[in-house]
């Protein structure tokens, strides 16, 4: 079975606790970090990047979890499914109805997987889908 490899962009107290969780999952691995913030993180045996963008053009990442301010979820979000990465997105969605169609239209165009995470549920479906 396919490991599928995790980044991280946002690495604040959620980030941390998606990743603990991640941890958990057979399937998966938490492979990078990208954190930007005033005291960036570093996390042991992981990539870490300051800039997200260097994050989601890494190509050993299958997934990217985006755990930041609202405002910035399309960029990045449409970033990452243009650089070939299925996307799991922290709620909500977009901050404008043009944001979240803009993210429906590039999710159309690339053919990657983009999903909503809430919260724990999210983990024990992709541990349950894979088996």
């Given at each position: 079975m396919k490991k599928y490899k995790i980044g991280i962009i ?15 999952v057979e399937n998966v691995e938490v492979v990078a970090i ?19 963008k260097e994050l989601i053009n890494d190509p050993d990442i ?70």
């Amino acid at each position: 079975m396919k490991k599928y490899k995790i980044g991280i962009i946002g690495y604040g107290g959620f980030g941390r606790f998606l990743h603990h969780w991640w941890e958990k999952v057979e399937n998966v691995e938490v492979v990078a970090i990208a954190d930007s913030g005033k005291n960036p993180k570093y996390v042991e045996n992981c990539k870490n990047y300051h800039d997200w963008k260097e994050l989601i053009n890494d190509p050993d990442i299958d997934i990217v979890s985006i755990v930041t301010p609202p405002n910035l979820h399309v960029e990045m979000a449409c970033e990452a499914m243009k650089a070939g990465k299925h996307v799991l997105l922290e709620k909500p969605v977009a901050v404008t109805d043009e944001g979240a169609q803009k993210i429906l239209d590039i999710q159309k165009e690339t053919g990657m997987v983009i999903t909503v995470n809430h919260m724990i549920r999210i983990i024990l479906l992709f541990k349950n889908s894979c088996n």
